[in-house]
Protein backbone atom coordinates (compact mmCIF):
# COMPACT_ATOMS: atom_id res chain seq x y z
CA UNK A 1 0.00 0.00 0.00
CA UNK A 2 1.51 3.41 -1.49
CA UNK A 3 1.27 6.03 1.56
CA UNK A 4 2.80 9.78 2.07
CA UNK A 5 4.22 10.50 5.83
CA UNK A 6 4.68 13.65 7.17
CA UNK A 7 6.78 15.31 9.76
CA UNK A 8 8.20 18.46 10.97
CA UNK A 9 5.28 20.46 12.01
CA UNK A 10 5.36 22.90 15.84
CA UNK A 11 5.22 25.84 17.22
CA UNK A 12 7.54 28.53 15.88
CA UNK A 13 7.79 32.20 16.56
CA UNK A 14 7.15 35.07 13.76
CA UNK A 15 10.06 35.33 11.47
CA UNK A 16 11.34 31.40 12.47
CA UNK A 17 11.62 28.90 10.23
CA UNK A 18 10.73 25.11 9.96
CA UNK A 19 11.11 22.25 7.48
CA UNK A 20 8.54 19.89 6.59
CA UNK A 21 9.44 16.50 5.44
CA UNK A 22 6.96 13.93 3.20
CA UNK A 23 8.10 10.41 2.38
CA UNK A 24 6.21 8.13 0.11
CA UNK A 25 6.83 4.68 1.24
CA UNK A 26 5.19 1.38 -0.46
CA UNK A 27 6.61 -1.11 -2.61
CA UNK A 28 6.72 -0.46 -6.43
CA UNK A 29 5.58 2.92 -7.50
CA UNK A 30 6.19 5.53 -9.94
CA UNK A 31 5.93 10.04 -8.51
CA UNK A 32 4.78 12.75 -10.17
CA UNK A 33 3.84 15.71 -8.63
CA UNK A 34 4.61 16.00 -5.12
CA UNK A 35 3.56 19.23 -3.20
CA UNK A 36 1.86 20.68 -0.35
CA UNK A 37 -1.24 22.40 0.34
CA UNK A 38 -2.63 23.63 3.81
CA UNK A 39 -6.03 24.86 5.78
CA UNK A 40 -6.18 26.96 8.24
CA UNK A 41 -9.07 26.93 10.94
CA UNK A 42 -12.61 28.03 9.33
CA UNK A 43 -10.64 28.01 5.34
CA UNK A 44 -10.51 25.92 2.59
CA UNK A 45 -7.79 23.84 1.68
CA UNK A 46 -5.06 26.13 -0.53
CA UNK A 47 -1.98 25.23 -2.32
CA UNK A 48 1.38 25.91 -0.91
CA UNK A 49 3.99 25.06 -4.19
CA UNK A 50 4.21 22.08 -6.24
CA UNK A 51 6.98 20.37 -7.74
CA UNK A 52 6.60 18.49 -10.84
CA UNK A 53 9.67 15.17 -11.30
CA UNK A 54 10.87 17.39 -13.89
CA UNK A 55 9.55 20.61 -14.35
CA UNK A 56 8.85 24.46 -13.32
CA UNK A 57 7.98 24.59 -9.10
CA UNK A 58 5.03 26.86 -8.55
CA UNK A 59 4.34 28.51 -5.13
CA UNK A 60 1.33 30.25 -3.81
CA UNK A 61 1.97 34.17 -4.55
CA UNK A 62 1.49 34.27 -0.31
CA UNK A 63 5.00 32.38 0.17
CA UNK A 64 7.04 33.46 -2.68
CA UNK A 65 10.42 34.45 -1.31
CA UNK A 66 9.77 32.70 2.05
CA UNK A 67 9.24 28.89 1.20
CA UNK A 68 10.96 26.36 -0.95
CA UNK A 69 10.50 23.19 -2.45
CA UNK A 70 12.40 20.37 -3.03
CA UNK A 71 12.24 16.66 -3.20
CA UNK A 72 14.52 14.15 -2.80
CA UNK A 73 13.93 11.25 -5.64
CA UNK A 74 16.11 8.90 -4.99
CA UNK A 75 14.49 8.93 -1.27
CA UNK A 76 10.61 9.01 -2.38
CA UNK A 77 10.96 12.64 -0.23
CA UNK A 78 9.54 16.29 -0.66
CA UNK A 79 10.82 19.01 1.42
CA UNK A 80 8.90 22.69 1.99
CA UNK A 81 11.86 24.98 3.69
CA UNK A 82 9.90 27.53 5.24
CA UNK A 83 11.33 31.03 6.70
CA UNK A 84 10.57 34.54 7.31
CA UNK A 85 7.07 32.40 8.83
CA UNK A 86 4.01 34.48 10.36
CA UNK A 87 0.96 34.19 11.89
CA UNK A 88 -0.89 34.16 8.74
CA UNK A 89 0.93 30.66 8.09
CA UNK A 90 -0.64 29.08 10.77
CA UNK A 91 -2.51 25.90 9.41
CA UNK A 92 -2.26 22.00 8.79
CA UNK A 93 0.35 21.34 6.06
CA UNK A 94 -0.58 18.47 3.76
CA UNK A 95 1.60 16.68 1.61
CA UNK A 96 0.26 15.81 -1.90
CA UNK A 97 1.53 13.58 -4.26
CA UNK A 98 0.43 11.73 -7.42
CA UNK A 99 1.50 8.15 -7.86
CA UNK A 100 1.15 5.07 -9.56
CA UNK A 101 1.75 1.59 -8.12
CA UNK A 102 2.50 -1.56 -9.99
CA UNK A 103 -0.21 -2.77 -11.92
CA UNK A 104 -2.89 0.49 -11.45
CA UNK A 105 -3.25 4.04 -12.69
CA UNK A 106 -2.13 7.16 -11.48
CA UNK A 107 -3.93 8.68 -8.19
CA UNK A 108 -4.06 11.27 -5.97
CA UNK A 109 -2.35 10.51 -2.39
CA UNK A 110 -2.02 13.06 0.25
CA UNK A 111 -0.51 12.63 3.90
CA UNK A 112 -1.89 12.70 7.24
CA UNK A 113 -1.15 16.47 8.09
CA UNK A 114 0.77 18.50 10.05
CA UNK A 115 0.48 21.21 12.20
CA UNK A 116 2.60 24.72 12.21
CA UNK A 117 1.74 27.20 14.49
CA UNK A 118 3.34 30.98 14.17
CA UNK A 119 2.70 32.40 17.46
CA UNK A 120 4.37 34.19 19.96
Known amino acids: QVQLVESGGGLVQPGGSLRLSCAAS????????MGWYRQAPGKQRELVAT???????NYADSVKGRFTISRDNAKNTVYLQMNNLKPDDTAVYYC??????????????WGQGTQVTVSS
Open 51 to 57: MPSGGPT
Open 96 to 109: NAYMKPLFKWWMEY
Open 26 to 33: GSQFSIGT
